[in-house]
């Protein structure tokens, strides 16, 4: 269990070179005492540790990494980010230089050594050439193999020095003793130009591989940009000043105008405007904000001026947690990455041995040529094999898959997540906020044929009501407000007061029966048609009869009913687990198109199922709001929580879906199968490139057809297999994570309402929406006073006569509003 007094922190990691370094780092950290788990990410440069702040300190943790033969940045996270990308920066431009420098040196030294053989001095020149590419432009390779070696460890560099030092020294002996060779009948070759090229290769293959892993990060940099570094604050005498950001506290007022970035997680105070805050939920269309909504960090403003007030700033604002997520998740490690590791580990100890076993076998099976073609066989094993693929193979993926789902609005918590989402194959959905709006609304007010509508009065008594149901009555309605008196509020049945010297109640058909209230026949069957609906009716009456009833419900969303064929599409089997009764479970699952679902569920009740489904052998994903349905969560084998403004749980699920759009559902699933895919794809070539490269540049081809590997061409191969495995996880980013169903639902999607005549009842009503939801891509919602159709176009607009195709048979008549 995780010990709740120690601290996860991340620090950049500088001077590794090769995936054995990663490793070595590692191993260092999680030797020392205070510290219960350290993960390095080659890929991303950083160190994860998770340790005891009263044993453990950063550094201390910064003496052991040095004392390793590396660094790691400490401080403030934003300033260590700033520093390592600077150095990274300043580290790049170093080795552009030498590589730049390699190329054009070594260039002239392999033409020569190719082509010029018998000029004069060939040997001479090449070696004038060949030597300030050795030991100046590739002196970082024997520095950090002599690092190693001090601490009795080997890496990516250690092969490099020690196969361009052994070609460099033996062309050296022969180039001014080649007598030695030729009293024993040899012939005393030189390989300057292989030393020179490999290095020149290399080189190369680091600064394009440099390159390309830092296109993985781009997400990382993006979320980052997002904040503004000025912003306008509001002063008590009315007047701005534009200050830094990192002056802004809580309870500041802020003035964001149009087109401008919000600075600081808040409330808006005056003013509305629409918010463009698709960098943070991944959804294109701008969110209508007024007083009292909540605006967050890094988004934009689209439209109108408006005032707000700094509630959360610096780390505690959303963007920040999102970026801490990213971060903490892209240096995670996939269950994969464990098994690479340790190949990793032994892989440069196991290469060096090979080379040696390489030399003794050539020197003792080939007596006239053995030396030489043995020790250029030796170099070349040295050379070609390449631990960098491995060590990059799975990071590079994750991160970008990570980096992509937070673009796209899903937050994923580990790598481990991120794998298993594709073995899923059971969805359960809790229904409110989830399938569901969870806001009630209004869908129907009926009112008493031949009375005079009093929608005032109905708005004004539900005003003075502290129900949650109320609420959505004066939504709906949204009339003056009349004064109140002698108003009461019934626990358990609804409300009265007084309204212009009349008594009015609102509330169950109870409160009615209590008082002795007639209720009218026509009214009663409304009522219950509502009641059939699964929807909840509150009545209005005065104090001798009914008056009116209104129908409310939490509407699906409308992009729910998508993602749940999808997901069924995919083969996935969807259950809906539910709190309410029977009848409203049966309701909404037929609406929602679920085949599966389960009725008055407890929290307890849930998170049995889960564990019912997960002993017939299934993989079960919980889908909720992350609170009321944490033991459920808890208990599945992949968690998501869908996030809504500030209620947002990225610390209790392993997935986040930050717009609680559905729909991005089987987009995770569908990055999780893109991502395992392209982890295989990368650890197959890489496996591959080893396992044939190394036994053809040991010289098992020799014997057959006199081939033997060049040195030059082994550099340029172990260059490039790096720069493969990473340039393949970078198609990740290029790749298209929605499905059809989504794609059509978020580029498409419209809304228009229409005016349907010969609705006479609550009964015509639900046949007209039932009729038109039949239609593919269209959701829609009847009233019946007064009689309009709202719908919502997901796959384009359908035409009036489309429409009115599926209402002719039945007598109605739709046409625009």
């Known amino acids: 269990m995780t010990n709740t007094k120690t601290t996860t922190a991340t620090f950049p990691v500088m001077g590794m070179s090769c995936a054995a370094c990663a490793n070595r780092v590692d191993k260092t950290l999680n030797h020392q005492a205070g510290v219960s788990q350290a993960q390095v990410n080659y890929a991303a440069a950083t160190a994860t540790v998770e340790y005891d702040p009263l044993v453990c300190s950063p550094e201390a943790l910064q003496k052991a990494v040095q004392d390793a033969g590396y660094d790691l940045l400490i401080g403030k996270e934003e300033e260590t980010a700033e520093e390592a990308e600077q150095i990274r920066n300043q580290d790049y431009q170093k080795l552009k230089r030498k590589t730049i420098g390699a190329i054009l040196l070594a260039f002239p030294v392999a033409v020569i050594s190719m082509f010029f053989m018998d000029m004069p001095y060939t040997g001479y020149i090449a070696w004038i050439l060949s030597t300030p590419v050795v030991f100046w432009l590739g002196r970082d390779f024997f520095i950090h193999a002599w690092q190693q070696l001090k601490h009795r460890s080997a890496n990516m560099d250690t092969l490099v020095a020690n196969s361009t030092g052994i070609a460099y020294l033996f062309s050296l002996f022969n180039l001014f003793f080649p007598e030695f060779w030729e009293q024993r009948g040899v012939e005393a070759h030189v390989y300057f130009e292989a030393a020179s090229v490999i290095i020149a290769f290399i080189l190369l293959g680091r600064l394009l591989e440099a390159r390309a892993k830092n296109q993985t990060s781009t997400a990382i940099r993006k979320l980052m940009n997002l904040q503004p570094k000025m912003v306008n604050r509001l002063l008590p005498d009315g007047k701005t000043e534009c200050v830094p950001v990192e002056k802004i506290g809580k309870g500041d007022h802020i003035l964001v105008k149009p087109g401008e970035k919000i600075a600081v997680d808040g409330i808006l105070l005056e003013g509305e405007s629409y918010i463009d805050e698709s960098m943070l939920s991944g959804e294109p269309v701008p969110v209508a904000k007024r007083k009292g909504d909540k605006v967050y960090t890094g988004t934009i403003n689209q439209k109108g001026s408006f005032t707000f007030q700094a509630e959360k700033v610096g780390h505690e604002t959303l963007l920040a947690h999102i970026i801490r997520l990213v971060q903490e998740a892209q240096g995670s490690k996939a269950p994969v990455q464990r098994l690479v590791d340790k190949i990793a580990a032994i892989f440069v100890p196991a290469i060096l041995t090979l080379s040696l076993l390489t030399f003794i076998a050539w020197y003792v099976l080939a007596p006239t040529e053995g030396f030489t073609h043995g020790l250029l066989a030796a170099v070349t094993v040295l050379i070609i094999a390449c631990p960098c693929a491995l060590g990059l193979a799975t990071p590079t993926a994750i991160m970008v898959g990570i980096g992509k789902g937070a673009e796209s609005g899903i937050l994923i918590q580990n790598a481990e997540s991120l794998e298993s989402a594709r073995k899923v194959d059971t969805i359960l959905l809790d229904k409110t906020g989830t399938i569901t709006e969870g806001k009630p609304v209004v869908t129907d007010l009926v009112w008493l044929p031949g009375q005079e509508p009093l929608p005032a009065v109905f708005h004004s008594l539900e005003k003075h ?226 396992l044939i490269a190394i036994p053809v540049a040991a010289g098992i081809l020799y014997p057959i057809n006199g081939f033997l590997l060049n040195p030059m061409i082994a550099g340029a191969a172990m260059a490039m297999s790096s720069v493969s495995v990473v340039s393949n996880s970078l198609r990740l980013k290029r790749k298209k994570i929605q499905t059809n169903d989504s794609i059509n639902t978020n580029s498409k999607t419209m809304k228009k309402e229409y005016v349907i005549e010969g609705m006479m009842c609550n009964h015509c009503r639900m046949r007209v929406e039932k009729s038109l939801n039949q239609l593919e891509g269209v959701q829609a919602s009847v009233t019946l006073n007064p009689p309009v159709a709202t719908i919502e176009f997901t796959q384009g607009e359908k035409s009036l006569d489309e429409l009115q195709a599926v209402l002719t048979d039945d007598g109605y008549t739709i046409h625009e509003k």
């Open 465 to 690: 009501s502290e129900h949650p149901l109320a609420d959505a009555v004066c939504r709906y309605l949204n009339t003056e407000v009349l004064p109140v008196t002698s108003f009461e509020s019934l626990t358990g049945k609804g409300i009265m007061g007084v309204i212009d010297g009349v008594l009015y109640r609102a509330g169950n058909r109870n409160l009615l029966l209590e008082a002795g209230i007639t209720i009218d026949p026509f009214l009663q069957k409304q009522a219950d048609e509502l009641a059939q609906a699964s929807k909840t009716v509150i009545w209005l009456a005065d104090s001798k009869q009914a008056l009116a009833v209104a129908a409310i419900t939490d509407r699906i969303k409308p992009t729910s009913i998508n993602a749940i064929h999808t997901l069924q599409k995919m083969g996935i089997q969807v259950w809906m687990l539910t709190g309410d009764q029977e009848t409203t479970a049966k309701a909404i699952a037929e609406q929602a198109g679920i085949r599966h679902y389960q009725a008055g569920m407890t929290p307890q009740g849930k998170a049995e199922f889960v564990k019912r489904l997960q002993q017939e052998g299934k993989q079960v994903a919980m889908i909720g709001d992350g609170i009321n349905d944490s033991a459920a969560l808890a208990q599945s084998d992949l968690s998501i929580a869908m996030g809504q403004g500030s209620d947002i749980a990225i610390d209790v699920a392993q997935m986040t879906i930050i717009s609680s759009d559905l729909q991005k559902i089987p987009e995770a699933i569908q990055l999780s199968r893109l991502t395992v895919q392209t982890i295989r794809q990368n650890l197959f070539w890489a496996f591959i490139y080893n």
